[in-house]
């Protein structure tokens, strides 16, 4: 049985469709013209769309359109009473899978047309799952001991539908751990949708998280859809959790609770069919204590909270992990492979890496930049990071020390010092009030 539904504005013929589908088991809805559809598909998903090519207002292309762009899985056969090639050639370059010359031959010839569309679309979803589930989980570990607990808690929440809460520095590589969740869970045939609360303006955020209908503020010319609504029998991964403003964690709260949410600017309620995991490298807790965090979100995130260790925790990831960004940075910049000298390879060891993961990868693009032979060997990292018989800094100094120097780079720009740094903007004002930083 297959979800369908017939648009046209005869009703004689509207009744014809339907008894000839709904006797072969099919669910059947009917929309009197193309305005209705869109209703319609507002309302609810099918699997296959039948409607009249010429209609007033709203016709047929007009939907098969609007098809395409919202409902890019649903099948679409249009029916025209002019079934002249040009219109077929129109029809067909837009996406629709088949046409119907009117009157329709038989019940029989409608049936057939109808199958070989939700067979096309049984392929197109059969390939689409096993091109997604293809991809095996991004690698998280190469063997570091502090890791080991990291993969074994991931790889068993996997399983559930519990929320995850990823918490660690930044750059430790809290996205990759959250498609690894996704690569492992059931819902690794459905879509990753990301979203970073640091890197959007607040203002657009609302709009980004649940869409918004045409005319809900000064700029929405048309209807939008949102992050989470594009997520559907996915995951969704809110990063930077702690960026969000607080009504805007109310309104996340309720989504948490109930499931469903609403488009800005619209009434109609929409199903959250998402799995969700949350990163933050803020202390939610100490926000939650000055009143900038909700408690009560803080707790529906934490259903299943997970710890990275930066990278300076896992000494034994660093070399391979270096190697392996090191090939990815290769082919991006289109340039034969490099090989780590054993200088380099002694720099990368000993360095701290206050940035993770992150800094880890801009500094071997830079070098590979700049190599101009088969060995990396220059990587240009601070005197202070190679190997030295100073005593180590404390962490708390080498942050602070790494944020004086962002600002003085920056000519005091906070927000700009933020993005150098790759944290968000809130998250930098809560390190200088800790450190008395003016």
Same mark, same amino acid.
């Given at each position: 049985?297959?979800?369908?539904?017939? @648009?046209?504005?005869?009703?004689?013929?509207?009744?014809? $469709?339907?008894?000839?589908?709904?006797?072969?088991?099919?669910?059947?809805?009917? +929309?009197?013209d193309?305005?209705?559809?869109?209703?319609?598909?507002?309302?609810?998903? #099918?699997d $296959?769309v039948?409607?009249?090519?010429?209609? &007033?207002?709203?016709d047929?292309?007009?939907?098969?359109?609007?098809?395409?762009? =919202?409902?890019?899985?649903?099948?679409?056969?249009?029916?025209?009473?002019?079934? !002249?090639?040009?219109t077929?050639?129109? +029809?067909?370059?837009?996406?629709?899978?088949?046409?119907?010359?009117?009157?329709?031959?038989?019940?029989?010839?409608?049936?057939?047309?109808?199958?070989?569309?939700?067979?096309?679309?049984?392929?197109?979803?059969?390939r689409?799952?096993?091109?997604?589930?293809?991809?095996?989980?991004?690698?998280?570990?190469?063997?570091?001991?502090?890791?080991?607990?990291?993969v074994?808690?991931?790889?068993?929440?996997?399983?559930?539908e519990?929320?995850?809460?990823?918490?660690? =520095?930044?750059g430790?590589?809290?996205?990759?751990?959250? *498609?690894?969740?996704?690569?492992?869970?059931?819902?690794?045939?459905?879509?990753?949708?990301?979203?970073?609360?640091?890197?959007?303006?607040?203002?657009l955020?609302?709009?980004? $998280? #649940?869409?918004? =209908?045409?005319?809900?503020?000064?700029?929405?010319?048309?209807?939008r *859809?949102?992050?989470?609504?594009?997520?559907?029998?996915g995951?969704?991964?809110?990063? %930077?959790?702690?960026?969000?403003?607080?009504?805007?964690? +109310?309104k996340?709260?309720?989504?948490?609770?109930?499931?469903?949410?609403e488009?800005?600017?619209?009434?109609? !309620?929409?199903?959250?069919?998402?799995?969700?995991?949350?990163?933050?490298?803020?202390?939610? %807790?100490?926000?939650?204590?000055?009143?900038?965090?909700?408690?009560?979100?803080?707790?529906?995130?934490?259903?299943?909270?997970?710890?990275?260790? &930066?990278?300076?925790?896992?000494?034994?990831?660093?070399?391979?992990?270096?190697? @392996?960004?090191?090939?990815?940075?290769?082919?991006? /910049?289109?340039?034969?492979?490099? +090989? /780590?000298? &054993?200088?380099?390879?002694?720099?990368?060891?000993?360095?701290?890496?206050?940035g993770?993961?992150?800094?880890? *990868?801009?500094?071997?693009?830079?070098?590979?930049?700049?190599?101009?032979?088969?060995?990396?060997?220059?990587?240009?990292?601070?005197?202070?990071?190679?190997?030295s018989?100073?005593? &180590?800094?404390?962490?708390?100094?080498?942050?602070?020390?790494?944020?004086?120097?962002?600002?003085?780079? !920056?000519?005091?720009?906070?927000?700009?010092?933020?993005?150098?740094?790759?944290?968000?903007l809130?998250?930098?004002?809560?390190? $200088?009030?800790?450190?008395?930083?003016?």
């Open positions: 049985m297959a979800r369908l539904l017939v @648009v046209d504005d005869d009703e004689g013929l509207r009744s014809f $469709l339907e008894a000839a589908l709904a006797s072969e088991g099919h669910d059947v809805t009917l +929309a009197v193309g305005s209705d559809a869109l209703r319609r598909l507002a309302m609810a998903g #099918f $296959l039948l409607t009249d090519l010429k209609m &007033p207002g709203v047929g292309l007009a939907v098969l359109q609007h098809v395409r762009a =919202e409902h890019p899985g649903t099948q679409v056969i249009l029916l025209t009473a002019h079934g !002249t090639v040009e077929a050639v129109e +029809a067909m370059k837009g996406g629709a899978c088949d046409f119907l010359q009117k009157p329709v031959g038989s019940p029989r010839e409608l049936r057939l047309v109808v199958a070989r569309a939700l067979e096309r679309r049984a392929l197109l979803d059969f689409e799952g096993v091109t997604r589930q293809a991809g095996d989980a991004p690698r998280l570990t190469w063997g570091a001991r502090s890791m080991a607990p990291v074994d808690a991931l790889g068993k929440v996997a399983r559930t519990a929320t995850v809460l990823l918490l660690g =520095e930044s430790v590589g809290k996205e990759v751990a959250a *498609r690894a969740v996704h690569q492992m869970s059931p819902r690794a045939g459905g879509p990753f949708v990301a979203l970073n609360c640091a890197a959007i303006p607040e203002t955020i609302e709009s980004e $998280l #649940f869409g918004h =209908e045409k005319g809900a503020f000064s700029g929405a010319t048309a209807q *859809r949102g992050r989470i609504e594009h997520a559907a029998g995951t969704f991964f809110l990063d %930077e959790v702690g960026e969000l403003r607080i009504d805007l964690q +109310a996340l709260l309720r989504v948490l609770q109930e499931r469903t949410f488009r800005v600017g619209g009434h109609r !309620t929409i199903a959250a069919d998402v799995r969700w995991v949350a990163a933050s490298n803020c202390d939610l %807790e100490a926000m939650i204590r000055d009143g900038s965090f909700r408690e009560d979100l803080y707790h529906r995130l934490a259903a299943f909270p997970v710890r990275l260790p &930066p990278l300076r925790e896992r000494p034994e990831d660093i070399l391979p992990l270096a190697e @392996v960004l090191l090939a990815d940075v290769c082919r991006d /910049l289109k340039r034969p492979s490099l +090989a /780590l000298s &054993p200088a380099a390879r002694e720099a990368l060891v000993a360095a701290p890496w206050p993770n993961v992150r800094q880890l *990868r801009n500094a071997l693009e830079r070098a590979a930049i700049l190599c101009e032979g088969p060995v990396l060997g220059d990587l240009g990292l601070p005197a202070a990071a190679a190997p018989s100073a005593p &180590p800094l404390a962490l708390d100094s080498l942050e602070k020390g790494a944020i004086v120097r962002a600002l003085a780079a !920056t000519q005091g720009n906070r927000r700009k010092a933020a993005q150098a740094l790759g944290i968000g809130r998250t930098l004002y809560d390190k $200088l009030k800790r450190y008395g930083i003016g």
